[in-house]
T-cell receptor
Framework: DAGVTQSPTHLIKTRGQQVTLRCSPK?????VSWYQQALGQGPQFIFQ???????QRGNFPDRFSGHQFPNYSSELNVNALLLGDSALYLCASSGPGGRPPGGTQYFGPGTRLLVL | AQSVAQPEDQVNVAEGNPLTVKCTYSVSGNPYLFWYVQYPNRGLQFLLKYITGDNLVKGSYGFEAEFNKSQTSFHLKKPSALVSDSALYFCAVSSHLQIGNQFYFGTGTSLTVIP
């Protein structure tokens, strides 16, 4: 049983560019959350997708957007990249049904984004 | 708003000694508490969680944690540390009042087990 997978593993972009990160959830999971982990920090919640809709959003600007597909996989898009967007981006899945709130989230290995 | 504090950035312990990694939380509603471990260049691995019931929770790799409602704490413990336990540990919280099950993490504690 494959766990949560993310692609690519590493990415280098320049300021102002756009980036798309991808995530496939663990089998049987239908809820996907994205987190940003800056160097030396804990993961910060970006948003969560369930039933192809953004269910909750953290304190991130509109430059951060996402999508969930019918097969539950998800994308994170970041526009107009800033140097401060350099971080490890983690995807986590849970479910089924996204309930209860105490459900465990299982994390992928992350995508390390470097913005120059 | 939910928040987690991990007061120690770094914990050092000798191999074979007991270890404790501290976590306190602030949450609206009933807390759901989690511990994850992160090895270099890796994602987060689930160790254990407290949802309800017994305050002492046992998890993977011999780790356990004690939920203390009056002190709003959820400290991670292990009776005998291994060198392979050296890693970054994160405490996370969610709440039964949330619409989704997003987590709020602490800043992490780096554990070093000295041979």
């Amino acid at each position: 049983d494959a766990g949560v997978t993310q692609s690519p593993t590493h990415l280098i972009k320049t300021r102002g560019q756009q980036v798309t990160l991808r995530c496939s959830p663990k089998s049987g999971h239908d809820t996907v959350s994205w987190y940003q982990q800056a160097l030396g920090q804990g993961p910060q919640f970006i948003f969560q997708y369930y039933e192809e809709e953004e269910r909750q959003r953290g304190n991130f600007p509109d430059r951060f957007s996402g999508h969930q597909f019918p097969n539950y996989s998800s994308e994170l898009n970041v526009n107009a990249l800033l140097l401060g967007d350099s971080a490890l981006y983690l995807c986590a899945s849970s479910g089924p049904g996204g309930r209860p709130p105490g459900g465990t989230q299982y994390f992928g290995p992350g995508t390390r984004l470097l913005v120059l | 708003a939910q928040s987690v504090a991990q007061p120690e950035d770094q914990v050092n312990v000798a191999e074979g000694n007991p270890l404790t990694v501290k976590c306190t939380y602030s949450v609206s509603g009933n807390p759901y508490l989690f511990w994850y471990v992160q090895y270099p260049n890796r994602g987060l691995q689930f160790l254990l969680k407290y949802i309800t019931g017994d305050n002492l929770v046992k998890g993977s790799y011999g780790f356990e944690a004690e939920f203390n409602k009056s002190q709003t704490s959820f400290h991670l413990k292990k009776p005998s540390a291994l060198v392979s336990d050296s890693a970054l540990y994160f405490c996370a919280v969610s709440s039964h009042l949330q619409i989704g099950n997003q987590f709020y993490f602490g800043t992490g504690t780096s554990l070093t087990v000295i041979p």
